[in-house]
């Protein structure tokens, strides 16, 4: 089973990112700046890296840090459990591994809100935040961290920034090339056999990352099965129709029934 994993997954988890849980966490944001919720507030051009990082570092714990609300990647899980499975995700917020997912079968493409990166990059590592981040958290006043928690760049001084897919200054460590090669290998020793390609949650934002993948490789391998879950009707092309199963309805219902049969 390759379970391909978008970002309506992790809103049906109740990770999402407007309405109350929005304003529960970033109300302060909203009457300041104007800000309507967490994704366009992570391209708010803040006036220094005080604000800067008195948002993100918010952003962080509530999105990385802290479990989602709903049992939604348990049992997704539970499911899984036993299986030869792997995971490709565009998610960035580390629920498969809070929830007890193998670290091993996980492939996180876009970053990951526990990282950062120097801004140049000047270099291709990643950093580990998560000290910092709760510091950061724990000690901003008016929405302004103090100026000794910014991080910089250990190697040129640049600011840090976060380490997620937004353009080509996204930094590829040797973590990401190794999951890159053990979903490669995964793929390469499972060809011809009975597999089963799930997408939840996918959009349109990326599909060349898991949905026309997912397509390509069901429609080349007759032994292979293509199912899709989300809230709006799932398109299957015409080609893999026979061997496709589109579920309209919320993930974490569908996936709480499936556990449950």
């Known amino acids: 089973m390759v379970v391909g994993a978008g970002s309506g997954l992790s809103a049906s988890a109740g990770m999402t990112y407007s309405g109350a849980r929005f304003e529960r966490y970033f109300s302060d944001f ?3 700046y104007g800000i309507q919720d967490m994704y366009s507030g992570g391209f708010y051009p803040f006036g220094s890296l005080e604000e800067y990082w008195a948002w993100w570092s918010r952003q962080i714990m509530v999105n990385r840090y802290e479990k989602a609300p709903k049992p939604v990647y348990e049992d997704l ?6 299986r030869d499975y792997f995971v490709l995700t565009t998610n960035v ?5 809070l929830a ?7 492939f996180y493409t876009q970053g990951d809100y526990g990282l950062w990166q120097c801004s140049g ?5 990643n950093y580990d935040n998560e000290e910092r981040v709760r510091r950061m958290v724990a000690e901003q006043r008016d929405m302004r961290v103090p100026s000794e928690l910014v991080p910089h760049c250990p190697k040129c001084g640049r600011p840090m920034t976060m380490n997620l897919r937004v353009d080509g200054t996204f930094v590829q460590d040797e973590g990401w090339y190794a999951a890159a090669r053990r979903y490669e290998d995964y793929l390469r020793r499972h ?6 390609f799930l997408e939840l949650g996918v959009g349109g934002n990326t599909p060349g990352i898991i949905k026309y993948p997912f397509w390509k490789m069901t429609y ?4 292979a099965v293509y199912a899709s879950i989300d809230r709006e009707e799932p398109y299957v092309p015409r080609e893999i129709r026979g061997r496709s199963i589109p579920i309209t309805a919320d993930i974490g219902e569908a996936l709480r029934l499936c556990r449950q049969s």
């Open 100 to 106: 007890g997912f193998d670290k091993q079968r996980l």
């Open 30 to 32: 909203r009457e300041k």
């Open 220 to 223: 080349e391998d007759r032994n």
């Open 77 to 82: 899980l539970r499911i899984v459990e036993g």
């Open 191 to 196: 060809k011809g056999l009975r597999v089963l």
């Open 93 to 97: 917020d580390h629920q498969f591994q």
């Open 121 to 125: 990059p000047c270099h291709q590592t």
